[in-house]
């Protein structure tokens, strides 16, 4: 057999068998299952409903130097619709999530004849979320993010016609902290039972007359129940 025929065969053979294990290599690939996405991947929307309760942690300053501490805990229902991305890597959780909230918190309490009413209201907010699978349909979570409220403030010191009375509306910022645990009910339905905790700024109101002023540092703390769609 000639040296350059054997070169040649040589060569065919080759890249005969080269193919051949590339076309092997692609039908392997082709063939094995593709690793399954966490029901906790994507995007998703849902809502939440809940019981809040919010302390004002204020003081009023009156004219006199003298002062009296507000601390009535107001409370009610609360809900939120919200809307968000996650995404898993291995048994670790990443997110974020934004929301609308709605709050039924009133109080209205009177002390030492002064009357102070405290109503939350509507409320936005955004948050990055961060935990782990128990288990493939479970998700232990923290977050940690931004939320702005509404609270309507007001009130009169005594109960005579004419005496100094406020009523603002404050947009109240603060740092919102809280956790929780998340279940895929089936592959695109999730469910959630959660506590927040909220430090929001502190703000100053004013009397009409009289030099009166009322200063506050609230916090609330919240638990909800919540349902979610992945799409």
Not at 67 to 73: I, S
Request: glycine share 12%; no cysteine.
């Amino acid at each position: 057999m000639r040296p350059e025929y054997s070169f040649m065969r040589r060569e065919v053979m080759s890249r005969i068998t080269a193919a051949l294990f590339g076309a092997t290599a692609l039908v392997a690939l082709s063939s094995a299952p593709a690793l399954a996405q966490s029901p906790f991947d994507g995007g998703y929307v849902g809502a939440a409903l809940g019981y809040a309760w919010m302390k004002p942690n204020g003081t009023t300053t009156f004219s006199n130097a003298t002062t009296q501490k507000v601390d009535r805990t107001n409370d009610g229902v609360t809900g939120a619709v919200f809307l968000g991305y996650g995404k898993t890597i291995d048994t670790l959780y990443l997110g974020i999530e934004g929301e609308i909230g709605i709050s039924d918190q009133e109080k209205n309490s009177t002390l030492a004849g002064n009357t102070y009413n405290f109503d939350a209201g509507t409320s936005l907010g955004i948050a990055l979320r961060a935990g782990l699978l128990a288990t493939p349909d479970t998700l232990v979570y923290g977050r940690i993010g931004w939320q702005r409220t509404d609270l309507d403030v007001s009130g009169r010191l005594g109960s005579v016609a004419g005496t100094p009375t406020m009523d603002e509306n404050e947009h109240l910022n603060g740092w919102r902290i809280g956790g929780g645990v998340e279940h895929a009910l089936t592959e695109n339905v999730l469910a959630r039972l959660e506590y927040n905790y909220t430090d929001y700024e502190s703000y100053k109101v004013s009397y009409g007359q009289g030099g009166a002023r009322t200063n506050a540092e609230p916090h609330e703390s919240a638990v909800r129940a919540g349902i979610a769609y992945r799409f």
